[in-house]
């Protein structure tokens, strides 16, 4: 499913009328009473409900639910955060529309107006009209007392298309901005829920499709929402004839004497997501714990120098590289200087497809080149202020930007971790995830997304198909944790234990199974 700007959504509405005749009064009525039947979902018919209305064509899509809502027996409140003579011309009719079938419409000025605003609080719902994909500017005057109003009710609230005062394209507030508890956005997802002050103000959130057409809606765009179909497509199927040998062998470089737990994690996960062989190159110590949790696999001790790896060990490390299919550089390593001299000489001649996570990322950032073979960089936002020379704030601001730059610069796959998480490259489209859960807030959870990605580029996919495959992977999982287990204090290793069901459960999702 495609994510658009706010350019694309004004530029549908015109496609939508021009070439298919399909007017903006049509979808302003379809858009009312898809986000009607969402009234209804929250609130029992006698329930109380105020509809806040702008100017524009969003607050034309309210007017359509104060007239659904009060016709179906709700008790109803139109407030208008405008004077009459203000109204566009759609909703200028829908206006009327609701004012015929017998809502009272209360306008800023209006004594009424300023009185129920005030006692927003006694209501049992609000519906946010009051601004769409289209606001820029900073909010001030009735729409500005509105969103106050609104968020200092402590009334639920229910925002049609967007939070008003949230910029689309980038998420931030104009100024301020509703905070909703749901949001029913418009035909397609939109830049805003996954970024800024948009992905906390947006609360839960649904698509509601209003009757564009399919090729209007199919159209690409410059990034995406993952979907499990999408992902069951990707995830390589085991032919029934296949041997350990066909499946993958994954070399894992990671832990050291201080964190030797992020080695078990990430072998955890190469086992767990499919690997068919996989080797922890690491110091004896880190080798003795993980023989210790996983006998399956297969180790590659390397001299050691003061707990982590000395430097002496790249020459043997390349000399192996044959044995493998891919690798995974980074989790637990250390930030120690002979770490870093090690990966530099060891990714000056690297040839696998590779995953460059944490401590490898922190080398990198501090001017250690990366190799020249197929690469997918996993940064969290931290370290992606590291890489990028910036601050967390301004790496947050823009995330889909923010990937583009790294993607530029390294020339390479990047996937930025974190609430939504998003995969960009090149000559890609970014993907944007929408599955895991505050759950997975926790230590290790990185450990074992490299894992299940090193798996799945040691089974020949590109980086890119890889990397977005396994986040909306790893993401499921731990929405399988958080139901089965409880929503917070789940570990890493029970989401690596979860992998094997969650893919399953991608796989089911096609018409076929191997």
Request: aromatic share 6%.
């Amino acid at each position: 499913m495609w994510i658009v700007s706010s350019q694309r959504c004004g530029e549908m509405d015109q496609k939508a009328s021009e070439d298919y005749g399909i007017s903006v009064r049509s979808l302003m009525e379809t858009a009312g009473q898809r986000v009607f039947e969402e009234v209804k979902r929250t609130i029992s018919a006698e329930g109380t409900l105020t509809v806040l209305c702008g100017k524009g064509n969003n607050g034309g899509d309210g007017f359509v639910v104060a007239r659904l809502a009060h016709q179906a027996g709700y008790s109803v409140d139109c407030l208008v955060a405008c004077k009459e003579s203000d109204l566009g011309r759609e909703p200028r009719f829908q206006a009327g529309q609701t004012k015929e079938a017998g809502v009272p419409l209360s306008f800023a000025g209006d004594p009424l107006y300023d009185s129920k605003l005030i006692n927003l609080s006694s209501r049992d719902l609000l519906v946010d009209a009051l601004l769409g994909t289209g606001a820029a500017g900073e909010v001030r005057g009735p729409i500005q007392v509105a969103i106050q109003s609104i968020n200092r009710s402590g009334t639920p609230v229910l925002s049609i298309d967007i939070p008003s005062g949230v910029h689309c394209d980038t998420g931030e507030e104009l100024g301020e901005s509703v905070w909703a508890t749901k949001t029913v956005t418009l035909a397609l997802p939109k830049p805003f829920l996954f970024q800024g002050t948009g992905q906390e103000h947006s609360g839960q959130w649904d698509i509601a499709h209003i009757g564009f057409p399919s090729e209007l809606l199919e159209e690409p765009s410059e990034a995406q929402l993952l979907d499990m179909e999408w992902v069951a497509n990707v995830i390589p199927q085991r032919l029934r004839a296949s041997h350990k040998g066909d499946n993958g062998h994954v070399l894992i470089i990671a832990g050291s004497a201080e964190m030797p737990g992020a080695a078990v994690m990430s072998a955890k996960a190469a086992l767990r997501s499919g690997a068919g062989l996989f080797t922890v190159a690491a110091i004896p110590q880190v080798c003795e714990i993980v023989a210790h949790h996983l006998p399956e696999c297969i180790f590659l001790p390397l001299p050691e120098a003061m707990g982590g790896i000395d430097v002496e060990a790249s020459e043997y490390l390349l000399e192996q590289q044959d044995r493998f299919d891919s690798a995974l550089f980074g989790p637990g390593l250390s930030q120690r200087p002979e770490v870093q001299t090690f990966l530099g000489r060891v990714w000056q001649d690297w040839e696998l497809p590779s995953v460059i996570d944490a401590d490898a990322l922190n080398a990198v950032a501090k001017g250690i080149a990366l190799p020249r073979s197929e690469c997918v960089l996993t940064p969290h936002p931290g370290e992606m202020s590291r890489l990028l020379k910036a601050s967390i704030a301004e790496v947050q601001s823009d995330r889909f930007s923010t990937v583009s730059q790294a993607t530029e610069q390294f020339g390479k796959c990047v996937l930025l971790k974190g609430l939504y998480s998003m995969v960009g490259d090149r000559s890609q489209p970014i993907s944007v995830n929408r599955t895991g859960n505050p759950g997975m807030a926790t230590g290790g959870m990185g450990d074992i997304l490299g894992g299940v990605i090193a798996t799945l580029l040691g089974q020949t996919l590109p980086s890119y198909h890889a990397a977005a495959a396994a986040m909306y992977w790893h993401g499921l999982a731990g929405d399988i944790c958080a139901k089965e287990i409880g929503t917070i204090g789940y570990s890493a290793m029970d989401v690596a234990n979860a992998l094997p069901h969650a893919r399953a459960k991608i796989v089911a999702s096609c018409e076929y199974e191997a």
